[in-house]
């Protein structure tokens, strides 16, 4: 079963850094795009930012500048390295992923979501 798992969210003061890395596992033969979405009480669920598997990326207006997603094939992860902080970037990260693998001789594909990493920015 494929599964997403994100780590490193924790408090962190304005003006801060974190890079929070989601890891993937499973019977997976390809990643195709992966990327980071967060959730902040009461507020619909949007995007921060996305890499294809070409190294291809889309960032959200609010945060271009100042976070940089990258991805490791090999490690089946991908990271988001957050700079410049601001209180408004308080919110759950959750990590989903297309993914294609293989059950018997049969390629299927599907989009997963990790269970999210609390993301805390405040003084």
């Known amino acids: 079963q494929v599964q997403l798992v994100e780590s490193g969210g924790r408090l962190v003061q304005p003006g801060g850094t974190l890079r929070p890395s989601c890891a993937a596992s499973g019977p997976i033969w390809r990643i195709n795009v992966i990327g980071w979405y967060r959730q902040d009480s009461g507020q619909e669920r949007e995007l921060v930012a996305t890499i294809t598997s070409a190294g291809s990326t889309k960032y959200a207006d609010s945060v271009k500048g100042r976070f940089t997603i990258s991805r490791d094939n090999a490690k089946k992860s991908v990271y988001l390295q957050m700079n410049s902080l601001k209180p408004e970037d308080t919110a759950v990260y959750y990590c989903?992923?297309?993914?294609?693998?293989?059950?018997?001789?049969?390629?299927?594909?599907?989009?997963?979501w990790g269970q999210g990493t609390q993301v805390t920015v405040s003084s």
């Open positions: 989903n992923a297309d993914v294609e693998y293989y059950r018997g001789y049969i390629r299927y594909e599907n989009t997963y």
